[in-house]
Nanobody, 114 residues
Framework: QVQLVESGGGLVRPGGSLRLSCAASGNIFSINTMGWHRQAPGNQRELVATISNVGSTKKADSVKGRFTISRDKNTVYLQMNSLKPEDTDIYYC??????????WGKGTLVTVSS
């Protein structure tokens, strides 16, 4: 069992910034990937950015140049700059292992609105 604690969501103006954090604890696997997916009502959950334990990253084209993924051991951070209204979503933390054994956070709401 892995526990994920998310923080950093909230309301921000267009062009503003937020920083999301997700800390994993419990039965930690040495090899893992952590990151963020997002989902708006009526849409599929989509990848935002992930980073593995050795620093390999994936990032959605829509956030390249604006969002930065990083991690410190089992805490992952998503620095979100130049936020747009289209970024408004519930953001879910992901903790994934090579064994098709994954955990999801409860989600944190990001709202970009003037």
């Amino acid at each position: 069992q892995v526990q994920l604690v998310e923080s950093g969501g909230g309301l921000v103006r267009p062009g503003g910034s937020l920083r999301l954090s997700c800390a994993a604890s419990g039965n930690i696997f040495s090899i893992n990937t952590m990151g963020w997916h997002r989902q708006a009502p009526g849409n599929q959950r989509e990848l935002v950015a992930t980073i593995s334990n050795v620093g390999s990253t994936k990032k959605a084209d829509s956030v390249k140049g604006r969002f930065t993924i990083s991690r410190d051991k089992n805490t992952v951070y998503l620095q979100m700059n130049s936020l747009k209204p289209e970024d408004t979503d519930i953001y879910y933390c992901l903790y994934a292992t090579p064994y098709d054994l994954n955990w999801w956070g409860k989600g944190t709401l990001v709202t970009v609105s003037s």
